[in-house]
């Protein structure tokens, strides 16, 4: 369940700016916060049924934005192939390619 959690909790980091604000609350308050459904409900006014349909329709939608645009598996695989180059390296080495990928991401 916890890596469920930070799969979601994942994808809204990625995609939750295409998200209503009413579901991007709602999910953060249900995977960030860990809030129940019926604490969400409590505090928003609404049904605990209500609550759930919004997380679920929210959540069903960052599914379908990752199937199509594919972006935390990217992610993941660039993370994966620099863990791989950095593993042969000193730590100074590490130290001197972090800096060089942090200095290209501010020129971008």
Same mark, same amino acid.
């Given at each position: ?10 994808? +809204?980091?990625? $995609?939750?700016?295409? @998200?209503?604000?009413?579901? *991007?609350?709602?999910?953060? =308050? ?31 939608? +960052?599914?379908? $934005?990752?199937?199509? @645009?594919?972006?935390?598996? *990217?992610?993941?695989?660039? =993370? ?29």
């Amino acid at each position: 369940m916890a890596s469920k959690n930070l799969s979601v909790s994942s994808l +809204l980091d990625l $995609y939750g700016g295409m @998200l209503t604000n009413k579901q *991007r609350s709602f999910l953060e =308050y249900y995977y960030n916060d860990d809030l129940s459904l019926a604490e969400i409900a409590q505090n928003e006014g609404i049904t605990r049924q209500g609550v759930y349909d919004i997380v679920k329709r929210a959540t069903d939608q +960052l599914k379908s $934005y990752e199937e199509k @645009l594919k972006l935390s598996e *990217r992610f993941e695989k660039i =993370y994966d192939e620099a863990q791989a180059i950095l593993d042969g390296h000193s730590a100074d080495e590490k130290a001197r390619s972090i800096q060089k990928i942090c200095y290209l991401e501010t020129e971008a």
